[in-house]
C-alpha cells in the first residue's frame, strides 16, 4: 500500500488496526512504519482465516462423518469380506 | 492420533462377531494414503505387507517389492481399512520402499496411461469366463438390502489374468468438504480413498448400473485424484 493511499484511508479504523498490529505481530514494532504494521496484520488476518476455514472445514466432515456411520461400517465389511474370502 | 503415510502397523482385525472370519494373510499394512485423507476419514488406504518366503522374480518385483530383507507389500491389493481395524505402530517405511510402493501403485494403477487417456490395444491374453474391464462400473457385494456401485481401476493387463480386482466408491452424493477426494462421473461421485478389494464372483456381470462406465476424460480425472490422494 503506497503512503498516499494510506494517507487518504486513515481513518478511526486504521488508527485501531495499526495499534493491534505489533500485539498479533511482535516482530513488527510499535514504531515500524504504518504500512509495515498494516500488511502484518493483513498477513495475520489472512492466515488466521485460511486456519479457520481450514478447522471448519474439518469439523463439518467429522460432523457428517458422524452422521453417516455406514461410511465406516461399509470399509469394515468390505475388509472383512475380503479377508474372509481370502483376497488379502 | 491418525496414521501417517509411509508408516507400518501390525493388522489388528478381528471378526466383529463373525464366527467364519478368517484372519488376513498379511502381517502388517503400510499406510500409502496422504496424512490429511488420514486425519479426517477414520480410514487409510494401505498396501498389505507380507513376509516373503523363497525368490522372486524381477518383473514380480515391480508388483511386489520388498520393504526388508523378510519382507514385501503386494501393490495389487492395495485397500481401505479402518483404523480400528490396525493395531501397533511397527516401522517407517524407508523412502527407498515407498519409492518402490509408489511405482507399483503407478503400474497397478495404470496412472500413466490413464492420464494420457492412451486409447489402449486390448489385453494381449484372452479369456472365455467374465472378468470386469478397468473403467466399468458394476454393483458391488450384497449386504442384506444394501448394494453399492463400485469403479474398476485395475489395469485391464492385470484383470484378465486375475481373480480378483481393485475397485473404488462410486456414491451419489456431492459433498462439498470432501471436493478433494471426490471425481464426478458415472451419474455420482467416486471416492478416490475408498479401495476394495473384490473377487469376481462378487460383481453381478448381468445387471449393470447405468451408466455402466466411465467415460476416457472422466477417468483421466480419476487418475488424477488418485495421484493426490495416495501422492503417486
Known amino acids: 500500500m503506497s503512503s498516499s493511499r494510506l494517507y487518504l484511508t486513515r481513518s478511526a479504523t486504521v488508527e485501531r488496526a495499526l495499534a493491534v498490529a505489533p500485539k498479533v505481530r511482535p516482530d513488527v514494532g510499535e514504531k515500524a512504519p504504518a504500512t509495515k504494521r498494516l500488511e502484518a496484520l493483513l498477513d495475520y488476518a489472512v492466515e488466521h482465516w485460511e486456519a479457520e476455514n481450514a478447522r471448519n472445514e474439518r469439523l463439518l466432515a467429522y460432523e457428517e462423518l458422524a452422521a453417516l456411520p455406514g461410511r465406516r461400517d461399509r470399509i469394515k465389511r468390505n475388509a472383512r469380506a475380503a479377508a474372509k474370502r481370502g483376497l488379502f | ?120 490395444r486390448p489385453p494381449s491374453v484372452g479369456r472365455a469366463t467374465f472378468w470386469p474391464r478397468q473403467r466399468d462400473i458394476y454393483w458391488g457385494r450384497r449386504f442384506g438390502e444394501q448394494r453399492e456401485r463400485y469403479l474398476i481401476v485395475a489395469d485391464d493387463e492385470f484383470n484378465v489374468r486375475a481373480e480378483q480386482t481393485a475397485a473404488m466408491f462410486l456414491t451419489s452424493r456431492d459433498k462439498t468438504w470432501r471436493s478433494r477426494w471426490q471425481v464426478p462421473g458415472g451419474g455420482g461421485f467416486v471416492i478416490t480413498g475408498d479401495i476394495d478389494q473384490f473377487d469376481y464372483n462378487e460383481f453381478d456381470d448381468r445387471a449393470r448400473p447405468d451408466p455402466k462406465e466411465f467415460s476416457r476424460d472422466e477417468m483421466a480425472e480419476v487418475a488424477a485424484a488418485i495421484v493426490d490422494v495416495l501422492e503417486l
Not at chain 2, 32 to 60: F, K, L
Not at chain 2, 92 to 104: P, T
Request: hydrophobic share 45%; net charge negative; aromatic share 6%.
Open chain 2, 1 to 120: 492420533m491418525a496414521p501417517k503415510r509411509g508408516a507400518i502397523y501390525a493388522l489388528a482385525m478381528d471378526g466383529n462377531g463373525d464366527p467364519e472370519f478368517v484372519a488376513p494373510a498379511a502381517e502388517r499394512a503400510l499406510i500409502v494414503s496422504e496424512d490429511p485423507w488420514n486425519e479426517t476419514m477414520q480410514a487409510s488406504v494401505v498396501v498389505p505387507i507380507y513376509r516373503r518366503e523363497g525368490e522372486i522374480s524381477e518383473h514380480a518385483a515391480l508388483l511386489q517389492p520388498s520393504l526388508d530383507d523378510a519382507h514385501y507389500a503386494d501393490c495389487t491389493l492395495v485397500l481401505s481399512l479402518d483404523h480400528d481395524d490396525l493395531g501397533h505402530f511397527v516401522d517407517q517405511a524407508s523412502g527407498e520402499a515407498l519409492a518402490a510402493v509408489v511405482g507399483g501403485l503407478r503400474a497397478y494403477l495404470d496412472i500413466d496411461d490413464l492420464m494420457a487417456k492412451r486409447i489402449k
